[in-house]
T-cell receptor
């Protein structure tokens, strides 16, 4: 089974702090994604990466950056956390060439910024 | 840009009954993929069912089936013999089929409750 893990299930940070969210997948997938999930808004794509050191902006990249130094790991960085970044963050991965490009999700990190 | 609309924020179904969740989408593409994902409370999101737009036959996975109406751009999910474990948020999602098309566009979700 594909396994996507995220470093924390719950995180509490202060406004202005630098925040790192880590995601690791164990199935050698080329593509990795970061979403944020908010009630009534569904999932919105922040960034994705289709290869090591490659990244593309999603729909809501402002206030976020990402890093992918190794194929299995994709990090989401909040340079200076703000209260409006309080949300659930979901990581996903998918292999190139998979039928339909099915994505496999991690358990999520619920971030509270005070 | 593609959009996905789920018009039912919440639904409920009696255990063992059938329920249909609605999804419509907007695209100018002729070939694409559609998905239903399930997110149980405090658990990981998992794929329920997938449909390729070029296939006329509706996808089925055990108690889950879809009604894919390409001309109407409609993609509803039918859950038969509902079980307590079906209670979850359900998200409809769309993806272009072209090379380099990695992004999924999600609807806002439908929260399904199953009444014992």
């Amino acid at each position: 089974d594909v396994k996507v893990t995220q470093s924390s299930r719950y995180l509490v940070k202060r406004t202005g702090e630098k925040v790192f969210l880590e995601c690791v997948q164990d199935m050698d997938h080329e593509n990795m994604f970061w979403y944020r999930q908010d009630p009534g808004l569904g999932l919105r794509l922040i960034y994705f990466s289709y290869d090591v050191k490659m990244k593309e902006k999603g729909d809501i990249p402002e206030g976020y950056s990402v890093s992918r130094e190794k194929k299995e790991r994709f990090s989401l960085i909040l340079e200076s956390a703000s209260t409006n970044q309080t949300s659930m963050y979901l990581c996903a991965s998918s292999p190139v060439g998979a039928i339909g490009g099915t994505q496999y999700f991690g358990p999520g990190t619920r971030l509270l910024v005070l | 840009a593609q959009t996905v609309t789920q018009s039912q924020p919440e639904m409920s179904v009696q255990e063992a009954e059938t329920v249909t969740l609605s999804c419509t989408y907007d695209t100018s593409e002729s070939d694409y993929y559609l998905f239903w994902y399930k997110q149980p409370p405090s658990r990981q999101m998992i794929l329920v069912i997938r449909q390729e737009a070029y296939k006329q036959q509706n996808a089925t996975e055990n108690r889950f089936s879809v009604n894919f109406q390409k001309a109407a751009k409609s993609f509803s999910l039918k859950i038969s013999d509902s079980q307590l474990g079906d209670a979850a948020m359900y998200f409809c999602a769309y993806r272009n089929s072209g090379a380099g098309s990695y992004q999924l566009t999600f609807g806002k979700g439908t929260k399904l409750s199953v009444i014992p």
